[in-house]
């Protein structure tokens, strides 16, 4: 179904063939879908599209707008404790809006989440891990310490690209694996290291790892439009991550450039030279930048993107006889372009 002789593919190189369907309405389609989290046992129920934790992406603004949609959200991991309170008392819903972190001591992680509890009342659920370099020890063992000191909270980890760190981060406590490296719209990897995999066979291929031990893989990197977002379900995907897609709206609050009479916001990668410099103060010596910063031309609010994105997906599921989000992977066969 998916060999094409080996071939690596990304979003672009397939489509997907229409068959006999027995929808005749996208009103009759169900996008609600239910993950389960293997390690923590833990469930989570909505549309599984999930917004980058990235600056002007993964903001709380976002975040109040996607969970009205029951969408998720890998908040910005540059929030602070009281930040977070501070949402959260005004509405912030923690099925939906999943704390983030990096390479941080478990006491870093452990302090987060006892401020929040304790100032809201209101426990945490789901927690991501995102690094460029999914691959290194310390990672692994972040994600391992992490699930000792927290069984019951969903964890995604990432980003991989092959079978073995898919595997890797599972073995390490994971529920969930992101996937991805190179191939984001504003990230530079490939260009700077030579690094990298085409996006659509990485989710392939790692989701089929993922299944054997009952996990899912986030595809994170290279969605341009629902097109890609169906592909990506289709190859295997148990949520989709969207971050060039989601900017340039109000809510990622990016600041405008007007250039002609036309309004722009700025996007950037998360390893770029513009969001080190914020973040961290400067680009270290023994580094090199691997993210792009863009303008893109504004977009209004996201309720616009959203409503394109999931007309985009019902209609796909009527093209071939799939009820849910979850009948692609099994209802989809790819032909190569």
């Known amino acids: 179904m998916f060999d094409f002789n080996n071939k690596k593919i990304n979003f672009d190189d397939v489509l997907i063939y229409p068959k006999a369907s027995r929808y005749n309405s996208r009103k009759e389609i169900i996008l609600d879908s239910k993950i389960n989290f293997p390690k923590s046992r833990v469930s989570w129920t909505g549309i599984p599209l999930m917004a980058s934790n990235m600056d002007f992406v993964g903001t709380f603004s976002m975040g109040f707008k996607l969970q009205k949609h029951y969408i998720s959200n890998a908040v910005s991991k540059f929030y602070t404790k009281e930040e977070w309170v501070q949402s959260i008392n005004e509405g912030l819903n923690l099925d939906y809006n999943f704390l983030t972190f990096g390479l941080d001591e478990i006491k870093t992680i452990s302090k987060y989440i006892s401020h929040i509890t304790s100032k809201?009342?209101?426990?945490?659920?789901?927690?991501?891990?995102?690094?460029?370099?999914?691959?290194?020890?310390?990672?692994?063992?972040?994600?391992?310490?992490?699930?000792?000191?927290?069984?019951?909270?969903?964890?995604?980890?990432?980003?991989?690209?092959?079978?073995?760190?898919?595997?890797?981060?599972?073995?390490?406590?994971?529920?969930?694996?992101?996937?991805?490296?190179?191939?984001?719209?504003?990230?530079?990897?490939?260009?700077?290291?030579?690094?990298?995999?085409?996006?659509?066979?990485?989710?392939?291929?790692?989701?089929?790892?993922?299944?054997?031990?009952?996990?899912?893989?986030?595809?994170?990197?290279g969605i341009k439009t629902s097109a890609d977002v169906v592909k990506a379900f289709a190859g295997g995907a148990g949520y989709v991550m969207l971050g060039s897609l989601f900017s340039g709206h109000i809510e990622g609050g990016a600041p405008i450039t007007k250039i002609k009479n036309k309004e722009y916001r700025t996007l950037y990668g998360m390893s770029s030279t513009q969001a080190m410099n914020k973040h961290y103060g400067n680009v270290a010596d023994y580094r090199a930048s691997e993210g792009q910063s863009i303008l893109v031309e504004d977009k209004g609010t996201i309720e616009n993107t959203i409503s394109q994105i999931l007309g985009g997906i019902r209609s796909a599921c009527t093209y071939i006889d799939a009820k849910n989000i979850g009948e692609i992977y099994e209802k989809s066969d790819f032909i190569l372009v």
């Open 120 to 221: 809201t009342n209101k426990v945490p659920k789901f927690l991501v891990f995102d690094v460029p370099n999914g691959y290194i020890k310390k990672f692994s063992d972040v994600i391992e310490i992490t699930r000792k000191e927290f069984p019951k909270l969903g964890i995604i980890a990432g980003n991989v690209v092959t079978a073995e760190g898919v595997k890797i981060l599972i073995e390490s406590g994971a529920d969930g694996v992101k996937v991805g490296i190179g191939s984001g719209s504003v990230c530079s990897t490939t260009d700077v290291t030579g690094i990298g995999y085409p996006q659509l066979s990485a989710v392939i291929e790692c989701s089929k790892e993922a299944k054997r031990h009952n996990a899912f893989i986030v595809s994170d990197g």
